[in-house]
């Protein structure tokens, strides 16, 4: 079945502008996270979905940064007025149910490499 | 070949032979572990978990070992294959949702 996929890919932006970063989890998956991953460094933890409800963005880390699940689906990370420390590979993933203490596999998509000049 | 220690950044193994990857974990009160494989230009790709209720645990070429006494967890891969080329993180849950990752082993297959 189709995993967790993400566009665009690559993305470019120029100093100063926003950008919007699309994730669509595996169908039927009730969570959802971001994680932000700089160049040979492991995933660090953004923020997480159940559902549309944004349970948790301390990884968060300006308010320039912001996500949102509205249908419980697809979920968009937003970055305002980028700056060059925002470059990094932004990883999606999902997984099946909701939080609690259940431990459940995060499926991961490919990432949106940013590269902001 | 091993990464001996707390954590080596690079593991180099001969095609055929054994990997070991180590990972020291800091937290005590982490109960849930993962390994992920990362290829260039992908995800994270689950390979296996622990709970840590158990010491072991295998799956198909891979066994996991956790010692929880030392903080400290084990990837084994046997007869390691140019597929396995790759950056293998360690993850530990600590009690919520949250996945904290290490920093990575990249490990390269000699033909």
């Known amino acids: 079945g189709a995993g967790v996929s993400q566009s665009p890919r690559y993305k470019v932006a120029k100093r100063g502008q926003d950008v919007a970063l699309r994730c669509d989890p595996i169908?039927?998956?009730?969570?959802l996270f971001w994680y932000q991953q700089a160049l040979g460094q492991g995933p660090e933890f953004l923020t997480y979905?159940?559902?549309?409800?944004?349970?948790?963005k301390s990884g968060l880390p300006s308010d320039r940064f912001f996500a949102e699940r509205p249908e419980g689906s697809v979920s968009t990370l937003k970055i305002q007025r980028t700056q060059q420390e925002d470059s990094a590979v932004y990883l999606c993933?999902?997984?099946?149910?909701?939080?609690?203490?259940?431990?459940?596999?995060?499926?991961f998509g490919p990432g949106t490499r940013l590269l902001v000049l | 070949g091993e990464s001996v220690g707390l954590h080596l950044p690079t593991l180099s193994v001969q095609e055929g032979d054994n990997s070991i990857i180590n990972c020291a974990y800091s937290?005590?009160?982490?109960?849930?572990f993962i390994w992920y494989k990362q290829e260039s230009g992908k995800g994270p790709q689950f390979i296996i978990d622990?709970?840590?209720?158990?010491d072991k645990r295998q799956g198909q070429r891979v066994t996991v070992l956790l010692n929880k006494t030392v903080k400290h967890l084990s990837l084994q891969i046997a007869a390691t294959q140019p597929g396995d080329s790759a950056v293998y993180f360690c993850?530990?849950?600590?009690?919520?949702?949250?996945?904290?990752f290490g920093a990575g082993t990249t490990v390269t297959v000699r033909a």
């Open positions: 993850a530990e849950n600590r009690g919520d949702y949250k996945l904290s």
């Open positions: 979905f159940q559902n549309e409800a944004q349970l948790d």
């Open positions: 937290n005590s009160a982490s109960d849930y």
């Open positions: 622990i709970r840590s209720n158990m």
């Open positions: 169908s039927g998956h009730v969570s």
């Open positions: 993933a999902s997984s099946l149910g909701g939080s609690g203490r259940v431990r459940e596999t995060q499926y």
